[in-house]
Protein backbone atom coordinates (compact mmCIF):
# COMPACT_ATOMS: atom_id res chain seq x y z
CA UNK A 1 0.00 0.00 0.00
CA UNK A 2 1.36 3.72 -0.94
CA UNK A 3 1.07 6.56 1.92
CA UNK A 4 1.29 9.69 2.00
CA UNK A 5 1.82 10.94 5.95
CA UNK A 6 1.52 14.33 6.80
CA UNK A 7 2.93 16.35 9.73
CA UNK A 8 3.77 19.24 11.21
CA UNK A 9 4.95 19.47 14.97
CA UNK A 10 5.15 22.15 17.50
CA UNK A 11 7.67 24.35 15.66
CA UNK A 12 4.79 24.76 12.95
CA UNK A 13 8.54 26.00 10.75
CA UNK A 14 7.11 23.62 8.14
CA UNK A 15 4.28 20.45 6.72
CA UNK A 16 7.06 17.66 6.54
CA UNK A 17 5.19 15.63 3.62
CA UNK A 18 6.79 11.21 3.12
CA UNK A 19 5.63 8.90 1.16
CA UNK A 20 6.45 4.92 1.32
CA UNK A 21 5.84 1.28 0.50
CA UNK A 22 4.35 -0.37 3.26
CA UNK A 23 3.99 -3.87 3.03
CA UNK A 24 3.20 -6.65 6.10
CA UNK A 25 4.42 -9.99 5.97
CA UNK A 26 3.87 -12.41 9.11
CA UNK A 27 5.97 -9.80 11.97
CA UNK A 28 7.42 -7.78 9.39
CA UNK A 29 6.48 -4.49 8.45
CA UNK A 30 8.29 -3.57 5.55
CA UNK A 31 8.90 0.21 4.79
CA UNK A 32 10.23 1.22 1.46
CA UNK A 33 10.32 5.09 1.56
CA UNK A 34 9.71 7.08 -1.20
CA UNK A 35 11.08 10.70 -0.59
CA UNK A 36 10.06 13.80 1.57
CA UNK A 37 9.24 16.98 0.95
CA UNK A 38 9.46 19.96 3.43
CA UNK A 39 6.28 22.78 2.64
CA UNK A 40 7.04 25.79 4.34
CA UNK A 41 3.20 27.58 5.84
CA UNK A 42 2.54 30.83 4.14
CA UNK A 43 3.42 33.66 6.39
CA UNK A 44 -0.13 35.08 6.59
CA UNK A 45 -1.05 31.33 7.97
CA UNK A 46 2.38 31.12 10.00
CA UNK A 47 1.13 34.11 11.94
CA UNK A 48 -2.30 33.76 12.60
CA UNK A 49 -1.11 30.66 13.62
CA UNK A 50 1.22 32.31 15.82
CA UNK A 51 -1.31 34.61 16.83
CA UNK A 52 -3.57 31.81 18.30
CA UNK A 53 -1.30 29.97 19.85
CA UNK A 54 -1.53 29.68 23.79
CA UNK A 55 -1.42 31.66 25.76
CA UNK A 56 -3.37 33.86 23.11
CA UNK A 57 -7.11 34.29 23.67
CA UNK A 58 -8.64 33.54 20.00
CA UNK A 59 -11.88 33.68 18.25
CA UNK A 60 -14.17 30.69 17.32
CA UNK A 61 -13.62 32.45 13.66
CA UNK A 62 -10.22 32.50 13.96
CA UNK A 63 -9.97 28.94 14.98
CA UNK A 64 -12.11 27.73 11.91
CA UNK A 65 -9.32 30.47 9.57
CA UNK A 66 -7.00 27.99 10.72
CA UNK A 67 -8.89 24.95 10.29
CA UNK A 68 -9.56 25.75 6.59
CA UNK A 69 -5.83 27.75 5.94
CA UNK A 70 -4.38 24.55 7.64
CA UNK A 71 -6.56 22.01 5.72
CA UNK A 72 -5.48 23.57 2.53
CA UNK A 73 -2.14 23.89 2.98
CA UNK A 74 -1.88 20.27 3.87
CA UNK A 75 -3.97 19.49 0.83
CA UNK A 76 -1.26 21.43 -0.98
CA UNK A 77 1.68 19.54 0.45
CA UNK A 78 -0.64 15.92 -0.15
CA UNK A 79 -0.66 17.29 -3.98
CA UNK A 80 2.87 17.92 -4.29
CA UNK A 81 3.68 14.49 -2.82
CA UNK A 82 1.70 12.54 -4.56
CA UNK A 83 2.97 13.96 -7.72
CA UNK A 84 6.74 14.30 -7.41
CA UNK A 85 7.04 11.70 -4.91
CA UNK A 86 4.54 9.02 -5.48
CA UNK A 87 4.46 9.54 -9.68
CA UNK A 88 0.55 10.30 -9.11
CA UNK A 89 -0.36 6.98 -7.56
CA UNK A 90 -0.91 6.38 -3.92
CA UNK A 91 -3.74 4.59 -1.68
CA UNK A 92 -3.79 6.64 1.16
CA UNK A 93 -2.99 9.91 2.99
CA UNK A 94 -2.40 10.19 6.50
CA UNK A 95 -2.71 13.74 8.15
CA UNK A 96 -2.03 14.75 11.73
CA UNK A 97 -2.80 18.21 11.07
CA UNK A 98 -1.03 21.26 13.44
CA UNK A 99 -1.86 20.70 17.20
CA UNK A 100 -3.17 23.70 18.55
CA UNK A 101 -4.10 22.70 21.98
CA UNK A 102 -3.03 19.77 23.93
CA UNK A 103 -5.16 20.16 27.29
CA UNK A 104 -3.07 18.62 30.21
CA UNK A 105 -4.68 19.17 33.88
CA UNK A 106 -2.29 17.41 36.48
CA UNK A 107 -0.97 15.02 34.13
CA UNK A 108 -4.05 14.24 32.89
CA UNK A 109 -5.03 14.89 29.40
CA UNK A 110 -8.41 15.92 28.97
CA UNK A 111 -8.35 16.88 25.07
CA UNK A 112 -6.02 17.49 21.84
CA UNK A 113 -6.93 19.38 19.06
CA UNK A 114 -5.24 19.16 15.78
CA UNK A 115 -6.61 21.58 13.24
CA UNK A 116 -6.48 21.08 9.32
CA UNK A 117 -9.83 19.60 7.93
CA UNK A 118 -9.07 16.42 6.33
CA UNK A 119 -12.11 17.18 3.65
CA UNK A 120 -9.65 19.73 1.64
CA UNK A 121 -6.54 17.17 1.70
CA UNK A 122 -9.23 14.61 -0.12
CA UNK A 123 -10.80 17.12 -2.14
CA UNK A 124 -7.75 17.62 -3.94
CA UNK A 125 -5.87 14.09 -3.63
CA UNK A 126 -9.11 12.04 -4.21
CA UNK A 127 -7.39 9.86 -1.65
CA UNK A 128 -9.32 8.82 1.76
CA UNK A 129 -7.41 10.57 4.39
CA UNK A 130 -6.77 9.40 8.03
CA UNK A 131 -7.06 12.10 10.39
CA UNK A 132 -7.29 12.94 14.31
CA UNK A 133 -5.09 9.93 15.26
CA UNK A 134 -4.90 11.30 19.02
CA UNK A 135 -8.39 11.70 20.17
CA UNK A 136 -9.08 7.89 20.21
CA UNK A 137 -5.96 7.18 22.91
CA UNK A 138 -7.28 10.30 24.97
CA UNK A 139 -10.41 8.79 24.26
CA UNK A 140 -9.02 5.42 25.99
CA UNK A 141 -7.30 7.11 28.82
CA UNK A 142 -4.08 7.91 27.41
CA UNK A 143 -1.93 11.28 26.92
CA UNK A 144 -2.69 10.67 22.71
CA UNK A 145 1.88 11.21 22.83
CA UNK A 146 3.76 10.84 22.09
CA UNK A 147 2.34 8.71 18.99
CA UNK A 148 5.33 7.97 16.95
CA UNK A 149 5.89 5.50 19.93
CA UNK A 150 4.54 2.49 17.83
CA UNK A 151 7.00 3.10 14.69
CA UNK A 152 9.94 3.93 17.17
CA UNK A 153 9.43 0.54 19.29
CA UNK A 154 9.15 -1.51 15.81
CA UNK A 155 12.24 -0.11 14.94
CA UNK A 156 14.61 -0.02 18.11
CA UNK A 157 13.48 -4.34 18.48
CA UNK A 158 16.38 -5.10 15.78
CA UNK A 159 18.52 -3.38 18.16
CA UNK A 160 21.09 -4.66 21.19
CA UNK A 161 21.04 -3.27 24.78
CA UNK A 162 18.37 -0.66 25.85
CA UNK A 163 18.17 1.14 22.75
CA UNK A 164 16.05 4.62 22.81
CA UNK A 165 14.78 6.96 20.10
CA UNK A 166 14.97 11.06 20.65
CA UNK A 167 12.84 13.28 18.45
CA UNK A 168 14.42 17.05 18.83
CA UNK A 169 11.09 19.23 17.51
CA UNK A 170 9.58 21.97 19.61
CA UNK A 171 9.20 19.40 22.49
CA UNK A 172 11.20 16.55 22.89
CA UNK A 173 10.45 13.28 23.18
CA UNK A 174 11.87 9.60 23.74
CA UNK A 175 10.89 5.93 23.01
CA UNK A 176 12.73 3.48 25.12
CA UNK A 177 12.76 -0.05 24.71
CA UNK A 178 14.80 -2.06 27.71
CA UNK A 179 14.72 -6.00 27.66
CA UNK A 180 11.98 -8.20 28.95
CA UNK A 181 10.11 -4.53 29.58
CA UNK A 182 7.00 -2.94 27.86
CA UNK A 183 8.08 0.21 26.11
CA UNK A 184 7.68 3.45 26.91
CA UNK A 185 7.35 6.44 25.30
CA UNK A 186 6.91 10.30 26.71
CA UNK A 187 8.10 13.48 26.35
CA UNK A 188 11.07 14.57 28.31
CA UNK A 189 9.87 18.60 27.95
CA UNK A 190 11.34 21.10 25.68
CA UNK A 191 13.80 20.48 22.91
CA UNK A 192 13.51 23.96 20.80
CA UNK A 193 10.04 25.50 22.00
CA UNK A 194 11.66 28.02 24.61
CA UNK A 195 15.11 28.19 22.15
CA UNK A 196 13.06 29.45 19.59
CA UNK A 197 10.62 31.74 21.58
CA UNK A 198 13.61 33.48 23.08
CA UNK A 199 15.51 33.60 19.60
CA UNK A 200 12.16 35.31 18.13
CA UNK A 201 12.32 37.71 21.25
CA UNK A 202 15.77 38.53 21.09
CA UNK A 203 15.71 39.19 17.40
CA UNK A 204 12.44 40.86 17.47
CA UNK A 205 10.89 37.86 15.46
CA UNK A 206 14.32 38.66 12.93
CA UNK A 207 15.25 34.80 12.99
CA UNK A 208 13.14 31.89 14.02
CA UNK A 209 15.90 29.48 15.68
CA UNK A 210 19.66 29.61 17.05
CA UNK A 211 21.29 28.33 13.23
CA UNK A 212 23.45 25.69 14.01
CA UNK A 213 23.18 26.86 17.99
CA UNK A 214 25.97 29.33 17.07
CA UNK A 215 24.56 31.82 19.63
CA UNK A 216 24.67 29.42 22.37
CA UNK A 217 27.85 28.34 21.63
CA UNK A 218 28.89 31.84 22.12
CA UNK A 219 27.20 31.36 25.25
CA UNK A 220 27.84 30.24 29.09
CA UNK A 221 25.40 28.56 30.85
CA UNK A 222 23.40 30.54 33.52
CA UNK A 223 24.04 27.95 36.65
CA UNK A 224 21.01 30.10 38.74
CA UNK A 225 18.32 30.14 35.59
CA UNK A 226 18.96 26.44 34.84
CA UNK A 227 18.26 25.95 38.57
CA UNK A 228 15.01 28.05 38.16
CA UNK A 229 14.12 26.24 35.19
CA UNK A 230 15.03 22.64 36.50
CA UNK A 231 12.38 23.16 39.15
CA UNK A 232 9.84 22.13 37.20
CA UNK A 233 7.45 19.51 38.49
CA UNK A 234 6.83 18.15 35.06
CA UNK A 235 10.65 16.82 34.85
CA UNK A 236 9.43 14.81 37.70
CA UNK A 237 6.70 13.51 36.80
CA UNK A 238 7.16 9.52 36.06
CA UNK A 239 6.11 8.15 32.64
CA UNK A 240 3.87 8.11 31.19
CA UNK A 241 3.44 11.73 30.76
CA UNK A 242 3.08 14.64 27.48
CA UNK A 243 3.78 18.21 27.01
CA UNK A 244 3.61 20.77 24.63
CA UNK A 245 3.78 25.11 23.94
CA UNK A 246 0.85 25.81 26.40
CA UNK A 247 2.90 24.65 29.53
CA UNK A 248 6.54 25.59 27.56
CA UNK A 249 6.59 29.41 26.13
CA UNK A 250 8.00 32.89 26.19
CA UNK A 251 5.92 33.96 29.23
CA UNK A 252 7.20 30.61 30.94
CA UNK A 253 10.75 31.59 30.32
CA UNK A 254 10.12 35.31 31.41
CA UNK A 255 8.76 34.42 34.58
CA UNK A 256 11.99 32.21 35.00
CA UNK A 257 14.01 35.43 34.33
CA UNK A 258 12.17 37.67 36.16
CA UNK A 259 12.85 35.67 39.42
CA UNK A 260 16.84 36.22 38.82
CA UNK A 261 18.68 38.86 40.30
CA UNK A 262 19.89 41.33 38.48
CA UNK A 263 21.95 42.26 36.01
CA UNK A 264 19.52 39.96 33.36
CA UNK A 265 22.07 37.44 31.96
CA UNK A 266 23.08 38.31 28.28
CA UNK A 267 20.81 36.65 25.31
CA UNK A 268 23.71 34.41 24.30
CA UNK A 269 23.94 33.07 28.24
CA UNK A 270 19.88 32.58 27.98
CA UNK A 271 20.75 30.48 24.43
CA UNK A 272 23.53 28.30 25.83
CA UNK A 273 21.36 27.70 29.23
CA UNK A 274 18.10 26.65 27.80
CA UNK A 275 20.12 24.09 24.94
CA UNK A 276 22.18 22.83 28.07
CA UNK A 277 18.35 22.42 29.90
CA UNK A 278 17.30 20.36 26.61
CA UNK A 279 20.27 17.92 26.64
CA UNK A 280 20.08 17.63 30.46
CA UNK A 281 16.39 16.76 30.38
CA UNK A 282 16.94 14.92 27.35
CA UNK A 283 19.91 12.78 29.44
CA UNK A 284 18.02 12.94 32.85
CA UNK A 285 15.37 10.45 31.10
CA UNK A 286 17.59 8.39 29.73
CA UNK A 287 19.70 7.58 32.76
CA UNK A 288 16.53 6.74 34.61
CA UNK A 289 15.40 4.46 31.68
CA UNK A 290 19.37 2.48 31.87
CA UNK A 291 19.68 3.71 27.90
CA UNK A 292 22.76 2.49 25.76
CA UNK A 293 21.80 4.00 22.71
CA UNK A 294 19.98 6.81 21.28
CA UNK A 295 18.79 7.15 17.59
CA UNK A 296 18.02 10.84 16.68
CA UNK A 297 15.67 12.47 14.69
CA UNK A 298 14.14 15.99 14.02
CA UNK A 299 15.35 19.79 13.67
CA UNK A 300 17.44 19.76 16.81
CA UNK A 301 19.78 16.83 15.61
CA UNK A 302 20.48 19.39 13.16
CA UNK A 303 22.13 21.98 15.92
CA UNK A 304 25.70 20.33 16.55
CA UNK A 305 25.92 22.37 19.99
CA UNK A 306 22.82 20.89 21.23
CA UNK A 307 24.12 17.33 20.15
CA UNK A 308 27.44 17.42 21.33
CA UNK A 309 25.64 18.97 25.01
CA UNK A 310 23.26 15.67 25.19
CA UNK A 311 26.62 13.52 24.82
CA UNK A 312 28.87 15.03 27.07
CA UNK A 313 25.79 14.38 29.45
CA UNK A 314 25.57 10.81 28.50
CA UNK A 315 28.91 9.59 28.62
CA UNK A 316 28.66 6.01 26.90
CA UNK A 317 25.83 6.29 25.65
CA UNK A 318 26.26 6.06 21.11
CA UNK A 319 24.59 8.67 19.72
CA UNK A 320 23.56 8.46 15.81
CA UNK A 321 21.46 9.87 13.53
CA UNK A 322 17.58 8.13 12.71
CA UNK A 323 19.27 8.10 8.90
CA UNK A 324 21.64 5.46 10.03
CA UNK A 325 18.86 3.18 10.00
CA UNK A 326 17.23 4.35 7.27
CA UNK A 327 14.49 6.51 8.10
CA UNK A 328 15.61 10.64 7.24
CA UNK A 329 15.61 12.49 10.75
CA UNK A 330 13.51 15.00 9.07
CA UNK A 331 10.95 12.65 7.21
CA UNK A 332 10.82 10.01 10.33
CA UNK A 333 7.63 11.20 12.22
CA UNK A 334 5.61 11.51 8.73
CA UNK A 335 6.32 8.42 7.80
CA UNK A 336 5.47 7.33 11.28
CA UNK A 337 1.75 8.94 10.97
CA UNK A 338 1.92 7.10 7.42
CA UNK A 339 2.72 3.62 9.41
CA UNK A 340 -0.22 4.79 11.97
CA UNK A 341 -2.55 5.43 9.08
CA UNK A 342 -1.72 1.93 7.59
CA UNK A 343 -2.21 0.14 10.87
CA UNK A 344 -5.83 1.99 11.06
CA UNK A 345 -6.69 1.03 7.59
CA UNK A 346 -5.63 -2.79 8.52
CA UNK A 347 -7.77 -2.79 11.61
CA UNK A 348 -4.13 -2.47 14.05
CA UNK A 349 -4.12 -0.66 17.15
CA UNK A 350 -1.69 2.89 16.76
CA UNK A 351 -0.61 2.86 20.20
CA UNK A 352 0.88 1.11 23.03
CA UNK A 353 -0.32 1.53 26.37
CA UNK A 354 2.47 1.20 28.11
CA UNK A 355 3.42 4.12 26.13
CA UNK A 356 0.37 6.72 26.38
CA UNK A 357 -0.58 4.99 29.55
CA UNK A 358 -4.04 4.15 28.13
CA UNK A 359 -6.30 1.57 29.49
CA UNK A 360 -6.08 -0.37 26.22
CA UNK A 361 -4.60 -0.26 22.59
CA UNK A 362 -7.08 1.13 20.22
CA UNK A 363 -7.67 1.82 16.47
CA UNK A 364 -6.44 5.63 15.73
CA UNK A 365 -8.04 8.24 13.86
CA UNK A 366 -11.19 9.31 11.70
CA UNK A 367 -11.69 8.35 7.65
CA UNK A 368 -12.62 10.54 5.12
CA UNK A 369 -13.65 8.58 1.79
CA UNK A 370 -11.68 9.90 -1.26
CA UNK A 371 -13.53 10.24 -4.69
CA UNK A 372 -14.10 6.83 -4.57
CA UNK A 373 -16.21 4.54 -2.13
CA UNK A 374 -14.48 3.63 0.73
CA UNK A 375 -12.49 0.10 0.62
CA UNK A 376 -10.85 -1.18 3.32
CA UNK A 377 -7.85 -3.80 3.26
CA UNK A 378 -9.27 -7.02 4.72
CA UNK A 379 -8.82 -6.60 8.45
CA UNK A 380 -5.29 -8.03 9.95
CA UNK A 381 -5.25 -10.02 12.82
CA UNK A 382 -1.49 -10.23 13.80
CA UNK A 383 -0.11 -6.79 14.68
CA UNK A 384 3.61 -6.43 13.31
CA UNK A 385 6.58 -6.71 15.74
CA UNK A 386 9.56 -5.43 13.72
CA UNK A 387 9.94 -2.47 11.08
CA UNK A 388 12.40 -3.09 8.49
CA UNK A 389 13.25 -0.44 6.43
CA UNK A 390 14.18 -1.01 2.53
CA UNK A 391 16.06 0.95 -0.41
N1 LIG B 1 20.44 24.14 11.53
C1 LIG B 1 19.75 24.19 12.66
N2 LIG B 1 20.33 24.70 13.78
C2 LIG B 1 19.66 24.78 14.93
N3 LIG B 1 18.38 24.41 15.09
C3 LIG B 1 17.74 23.91 14.01
C4 LIG B 1 18.38 23.76 12.76
N4 LIG B 1 17.48 23.25 11.88
C5 LIG B 1 16.34 23.06 12.58
N5 LIG B 1 16.47 23.46 13.85
C6 LIG B 1 15.47 23.47 14.93
O1 LIG B 1 14.49 22.49 14.64
C7 LIG B 1 13.18 23.07 14.73
C8 LIG B 1 12.25 22.35 13.80
O2 LIG B 1 12.31 20.99 14.11
P1 LIG B 1 11.13 20.01 13.74
O3 LIG B 1 11.64 18.63 13.91
O4 LIG B 1 10.54 20.40 12.43
O5 LIG B 1 10.13 20.36 14.92
P2 LIG B 1 8.55 20.22 14.94
O6 LIG B 1 8.28 18.76 14.78
O7 LIG B 1 8.17 20.75 16.28
O8 LIG B 1 8.04 21.05 13.79
C9 LIG B 1 13.39 24.53 14.40
O9 LIG B 1 12.36 25.31 14.96
C10 LIG B 1 14.75 24.80 15.03
O10 LIG B 1 14.60 25.09 16.40
MG1 LIG C 1 8.66 21.03 11.89
Same mark, same amino acid.
Given at each position: MRVIGLMSGTSYDAIEAAAGDLTLDGDTLFLRPLGHLSVPYPDDLRDLITATLPPAATTVQAVCALDTGIGQAFAGAAERALRELCDGAADLVVSHGQTMYHWVEDGTVRGTLQLGRPAWIAEATGLPVVSDLRSRDVAA &??? &? $?? *??GMTDTLLL #??? !? &??PAALNLGGIANVTVLAPGAEPLAFDTGPANALLDAAVRYFTDGAAAYDEDGRRAAAGHTHPELLRILLDDPYYRRPAPKSTGKEHFHLPYLQRALDA *? +?? !?APAPDDVLATLTRLTAVTVAGACRTHGVTELVVSG &?? $? #??PVLMGMIAEELPGVLLRPSDELGLLSDAKEALAFAILGFLTVHG *? +??? *?PSGTGARRATLLGSITPGLTPLRLPEPVAQPPRLLRVTP
Amino acid at each position: MRVIGLMSGTSYDAIEAAAGDLTLDGDTLFLRPLGHLSVPYPDDLRDLITATLPPAATTVQAVCALDTGIGQAFAGAAERALRELCDGAADLVVSHGQTMYHWVEDGTVRGTLQLGRPAWIAEATGLPVVSDLRSRDVAA &GGQ &G $AP *LVGMTDTLLL #RAL !P &GTPAALNLGGIANVTVLAPGAEPLAFDTGPANALLDAAVRYFTDGAAAYDEDGRRAAAGHTHPELLRILLDDPYYRRPAPKSTGKEHFHLPYLQRALDA *L +PT !PAPAPDDVLATLTRLTAVTVAGACRTHGVTELVVSG &GG $A #RNPVLMGMIAEELPGVLLRPSDELGLLSDAKEALAFAILGFLTVHG *L +PGT *LPSGTGARRATLLGSITPGLTPLRLPEPVAQPPRLLRVTP
